[in-house]
Every structure is written in structure tokens, then in C-alpha cells.
């Protein structure tokens, strides 16, 4: 059974204060790894795919890393606005469904 | 990136009465589509794939005749919660797949009370 865990669940830092998300999977065959946004009573916002090991996609102050057993959300000198829930998501390369981790919740104060 | 629009974003039911959730894809089509579903910091939980013109596939354990689906064009999806009872209070969420890696765009989502 498809496995995502997410770490730490929650993640207060000040502004400017670099941090990085984890989320270890297992899965039966990754066809992707994504990672998504959420801000609270809202759908999830596409942010990253990665494909393959080694692989690295960066987004204003967001990179994402991928290795075979984990992905990181690097979160470079954050500001108030990148407050929200960080999802990250496996899909399978058997039938493309997707399993989602429990998230991040970050918190950034000014 | 793509639009999906979903619809209401709020809805406070009566226990026993039924309730729809449309799911439209405002720039794109999207031949299959799916829901989710979300407790309070908990995981988005898939719920059931649905195909345009055939019939949705459910995920284990959740009732295809409580939940239903009918992707009866390109373009809409729609969620009947048929027969609400308070623990079918969630957050529920659709989204559509989008171009050739398949990204997955999400809706804004539907919070539903059922008193």
C-alpha cells in the first residue's frame, strides 16, 4: 500500500527564515511526485512535478528536490504570504491515482 | 494554468436531504475527473474517478449508491450526496486532469454541514 508521510505537520518561522519540508513515500512504482498549496478553506494549487531522482524545480522562493525515497520543499527566505499547507503527492505509474501526505502547515510571521 | 470551477462553496443541509456539487472545467475539456474528500487536517482522500459518458469507478470502501457521479459532458462533473447524515460533513474537492504530464487542477472545493 501506497505510504506518504509528511514532516514536521506544522512549521512556524519568521520572515526570511529558511526552512525545508520532507515528505518520505513509498510507493509501487512512482510515475511523480507533486507538490501542491493549499491555503485554508480552498482546492489545492499545482506548484511542482518531479519525475526522477536527482531531479530539482524551483518557483520564486520554492524548490522542490526529489530522491528515491523522499522529496524536499525548500522554502528560501519566506515571507507572510507563503503562509499555508504544503501537500505532497504521489501518483502511480500503474493507473496515475493519486496518494496525498497530511501536509505541512507553515506559518510565516512578518 | 487551467481553470476548474467548482460549485457551491458552502452548502448547510438538513439531515435526509440530498445535496449536488458541480465540478466544471471553464477552459478545457476534461474527459475524466475525480473527488475527493477532506477531514480537518487529514489527507485528501480519493473518493471515485469520473469518465465522461461511462460510469464512475469508486474507491474502495466508499458507497456508490450515497455518492453519486455523472460526468454526463466534457466540461461538468456533479457529486450527489444522496440522503446526508452529519458524518458526511467534509470538505470535498474535484479536480481535472490537464495536458500531456497529466497535471491535476483542483476547485476551489465544497465545505459541507449537514445539521
Known amino acids: 500500500e501506497d505510504q506518504v508521510t509528511q514532516s514536521p505537520e506544522a512549521l512556524r518561522l519568521q520572515e526570511g527564515e529558511s526552512s525545508s519540508l520532507n515528505c518520505s513515500y513509498t510507493v509501487s512504482g512512482l510515475r511523480g511526485l507533486f507538490w501542491y498549496r493549499q491555503d485554508p478553506g480552498k482546492g489545492p494549487e499545482f506548484l511542482f512535478t518531479?519525475?526522477?531522482a536527482g531531479e530539482e524545480k524551483e518557483k520564486e522562493r520554492l524548490k522542490a528536490t526529489l530522491t528515491k525515497k523522499e522529496s524536499f520543499l525548500h522554502i528560501t527566505a519566506p515571507k507572510p504570504e507563503d503562509s499555508a499547507t504544503y501537500l505532497c503527492?504521489?501518483?502511480?505509474?500503474?493507473?496515475?491515482?493519486?496518494?496525498f501526505g497530511a501536509g505541512t502547515t507553515v506559518t510565516v510571521r512578518a | 494554468g487551467a481553470v476548474v470551477s467548482q460549485h457551491p462553496s458552502r452548502v448547510i443541509c438538513k439531515s435526509g436531504t440530498s445535496v449536488k456539487i458541480e465540478c466544471r472545467s471553464l477552459?478545457?475539456?476534461?474527459?475524466?475527473m475525480f473527488w475527493y474528500r477532506q477531514f480537518p487536517k487529514q489527507s485528501l482522500m480519493l473518493m471515485a474517478t469520473s469518465n465522461e459518458g461511462s460510469k464512475a469507478t469508486y474507491e474502495q470502501g466508499v458507497e456508490k449508491d450515497k455518492f453519486l457521479i455523472n460526468h454526463a459532458s466534457l466540461t461538468l462533473s456533479t457529486l450527489t450526496v444522496t440522503s446526508a447524515h452529519p458524518e458526511d460533513s467534509s470538505f470535498y474537492i474535484c479536480s481535472a486532469e490537464v495536458g500531456v504530464d497529466e497535471k491535476l487542477f483542483f476547485g476551489s472545493g465544497t465545505q459541507l454541514s449537514v445539521l
Open positions: 503527492a504521489v501518483q502511480r505509474s500503474n493507473d496515475y491515482k493519486l496518494s
Open positions: 518531479l519525475y526522477s
Open positions: 477552459d478545457f475539456q476534461a474527459t475524466t
